[in-house]
């Protein structure tokens, strides 16, 4: 009798010659060797029966196993492969051999074909917000936004303010999103009016931030040590259009790819794991961080991933791939946050050694580095015309010209300054702090504009 690896490696060969495999030819046999001992017809167990596609499709007491597309989407296939919270198959034994998911993967990516001449099914996206990067910029018609939102029916509990850790204001429009406790709330920058509060039900806002093109929140977070979630939210409706991700621990970085296609999380795992917004399915995981995965942030255009953490660990990889991610070396005391310059060509790095670093992500090197706030540089965000905005531990933000020339600084913030932002127009800079609130200040006299507050 042919060894089950052998057999796998054998069955794998037409995928090598273009050849979708079918389930009598291809995937049966392996079912045999490994499954239908306990999942065929008398003795179904969780009333599964994997001897035909009828019955696989159609599933157990959890619903369907297998869903024509993705393959991360399919339970039967998340179980083999040991992902997520599928109880793993086949039971209190090691992870099929990669051969063998292979098999699977490319039989349900191929439509689930029953023979060599069956036909295969379609998949459908279940969320298509994909955009033309080429349509990325200036907005031909305003940014249209939610200007009132209801009052939640249970508005969350808090008993003191608490640090910001998370604000971003929107390209190409007058908002701004202020990071709380199962919350974010928006706030009209033209009217100086609070919009309302948009719900974060996975728990504590790690993460905001706005799509490219100004249409979507992203909200991050969760529970530490227990999960962790995204949330895109409509700008025009202050609705959630989707929940993305499935992490086992809060998620402290998340970006949108520009073209919307891409969602990226990151946190205590030290995994980065990247997600198609069409499905929710997990597209890559990239392992090379060591340390807890402070940052993340796609490259303008939508082609790089850089992704930074705590150990200061910097690595840029292929958005679309994650394979081979270079080490970019010489970061000091960790990586608080990332922000690519709009043109791409460089990446600024805000880091615990209280340094602003502009890194060559293609040279793999520091193109310039200046010391920026004692204590550490907790925070970095580039305007439209290359100017850096920067926070840190000494309570202060300060604008810098491209090269790390001062322009200008704010002070007089309650302890650190967490996150920084430019407003839609780059003439007002936003910092948020220990207390809980956040300052909006004139970038060219440096006198206070706005206040906004988190809760």
Request: charged share 25%.
């Amino acid at each position: 009798m042919v060894r089950p690896l052998l057999a796998a490696l054998l069955l794998a060969t037409p995928l090598l010659a273009a050849e979708a495999p079918n389930f009598e030819d291809h995937v049966l046999p392996l079912l045999r060797d490994h499954c239908v001992s306990c999942h065929r017809p008398g003795k179904t167990r969780a009333g599964l029966d994997l001897t035909n596609v009828a019955a696989i499709e159609k599933g157990g007491s959890s619903g369907a196993s297998v869903v024509p597309g993705v393959a991360e989407n399919s339970p039967l296939y998340r179980a083999i492969a040991h992902i997520g919270k599928e109880e793993a198959m086949p039971p209190d034994k090691d992870r099929l051999s990669d051969p063998i998911l292979k098999v699977f993967k490319a039989w349900i990516e191929g439509g689930l074909k029953p023979t060599a001449s069956g036909l295969a099914k379609k998949a459908s996206a279940v969320l298509d917000i994909a955009i033309d990067p080429a349509t990325l910029g200036a907005p031909k018609e305003p940014i249209v936004y939610v200007k009132e939102l209801p009052a939640p029916a249970a508005p969350p509990r808090q008993t003191r303010a608490l640090p910001v850790s998370a604000l971003a204001t929107n390209p190409w429009a007058p908002v701004a999103v202020v990071g709380g406790h199962r919350e974010a709330v928006l706030h009209d920058l033209a009217s100086g009016k609070r919009i309302g509060s948009l719900p974060f039900e996975p728990g504590d806002v790690r993460v905001l931030r706005f799509s490219r093109n100004g249409k979507l929140v992203l909200i991050a977070g969760g529970k530490e040590t227990a999960s962790g979630k995204a949330v895109l939210v409509d700008v025009t409706t202050g609705k959630a259009i989707a929940t993305i991700g499935d992490d086992f621990d809060v998620v402290l970085a998340a970006d949108l790819s520009p073209d919307q296609s891409l969602l990226a999380l990151g946190g205590p795992e030290k995994l980065v794991r990247v997600y198609r917004v069409a499905d929710g399915s997990l597209a890559y995981t990239v392992k090379k961080h060591t340390d807890f995965i402070t940052a993340i942030e796609f490259s303008p255009d939508g082609k790089s991933i850089a992704s930074g953490d705590r150990a200061s660990g910097l690595y840029v990889y292929p958005a679309a791939s994650g394979t081979a991610p270079a080490l970019i070396e010489g970061v000091v005391d960790g990586v608080h946050q990332l922000a690519w310059r709009p043109d791409g060509k460089v990446l600024g790095v805000a880091a615990g050694d209280g340094s602003a670093l502009i890194v060559d992500p293609e040279k793999r090197n520091i193109a310039a580095k200046w010391e920026a706030h004692k204590r550490g540089c907790l925070s970095l965000a580039f305007a439209k015309d290359g100017r850096i905005l920067t926070g840190g531990h000494d309570g202060t933000t300060r604008l810098w010209k491209g090269d790390g020339t001062k322009v200008s600084e704010n002070s007089g913030y309650a302890g650190s300054t967490f996150r920084v932002a430019f407003n839609h127009n780059d003439s007002e800079g936003f910092a948020s702090d220990w207390s809980g609130q956040v300052r909006g200040w004139n970038l060219d006299d440096g006198s206070e504009v706005r206040r906004l507050i988190s809760h």
